[in-house]
């Protein structure tokens, strides 16, 4: 799961980045509020990757999701870009787990199988 909801987080990092960029041409908002806006959202992508295996990383990043989609009010296109990624971190979260419940079957079977053949 750790790789798959790291991929997109990493993703997510650089549309937040070119999403400032296009905020910052917006006469009604400071340079200064777009980059503590989304320089703290870029820093918290970074900081999920390490975190998302932990408890409460999953919900991390579900809030991100939320907060990439509400984004859309001050950069119209972020509501369709923060709807693409919240449906990837859905199926990141989805099929990683899944991913990990078959690794760890397997290496029960290969343990289990080792161990009957000694």
């Known amino acids: 799961m750790r790789t798959l909801c790291s991929s997109t987080l990493i993703g997510e990092f650089f549309v937040i980045g070119f999403a400032a960029l296009v905020a910052m041409k917006d006469p009604d908002l400071s340079t200064g509020t777009v980059w503590a806006v989304s320089g703290t959202a870029m820093v918290l992508c970074l900081l999920l990757c390490g975190l998302v295996t932990r408890p409460g990383g999953v919900a991390l990043g579900w809030v991100l999701q939320l907060v990439l989609v509400a984004s859309g009010f001050f950069v119209p296109t972020m509501f369709f870009m923060g ?4 449906v990837l971190w859905w ?5 990683g787990r899944k991913v990990d419940e078959a690794r760890a079957r397997f290496a029960a079977q290969s343990g289990s199988s080792t161990a009957d053949a000694a």
Do not use: G, T
């Open 91 to 95: 199926a990141s979260v989805h099929f």
């Open 83 to 86: 709807a693409v990624f919240a």
